[in-house]
Nanobody, 118 residues
Framework: QVQLVESGGGLVQAGGSLRLSCAAS????????MVWYRQAPGRQRELVAT???????NYADSVKGRFTISRDNAKNTVYLQMNSLKPEDTAVYYC????????????WGQGTQVTVSP
């Protein structure tokens, strides 16, 4: 069994910061790209940030300069540091990880709620 568990969500005022974590456990191995997504009520899921096993990163335009994705390969954990939060960042945040011999398997976490008040 493979599990991804997100944590760190909560309620914060606009301009504040949160740090999300996503820890992978179980029989997962050879983790490749790890991704943070978010989904707000009534909206489609949106890719927020990605990081490869080599440390390359990519961000949605809406979060560039405010969010930072990082990972600790030894802990099978990916982080999302979110600064200068805006009410429009309110969403459920999910992480995913590609893994396996060819990194073609993918698992998702259950999500963590982030709410930014005006």
């Amino acid at each position: 069994q493979v599990q991804l568990v997100e944590s760190g969500g909560g309620l914060v005022q606009a301009g504040g910061s949160l740090r999300l974590s996503c820890a992978a456990s179980g029989s997962i191995f050879n983790i490749g790209t790890m991704v943070w997504y978010r989904q707000a009520p009534g909206r489609q899921r949106e890719l927020v940030a990605t990081t490869t096993s080599g440390g390359n990163t990519n961000y949605a335009d809406s979060v560039k300069g405010r969010f930072t994705i990082s990972r600790d390969n030894a802990k099978n954990t990916v982080y999302l540091q979110m600064n200068s939060l805006k009410p429009e960042d309110t969403a459920v945040y999910y992480c995913s990880a590609s893994w396996g011999i060819f990194q073609t398997r993918e698992n998702w976490g259950q999500g963590t709620q982030v709410t930014v008040s005006p």
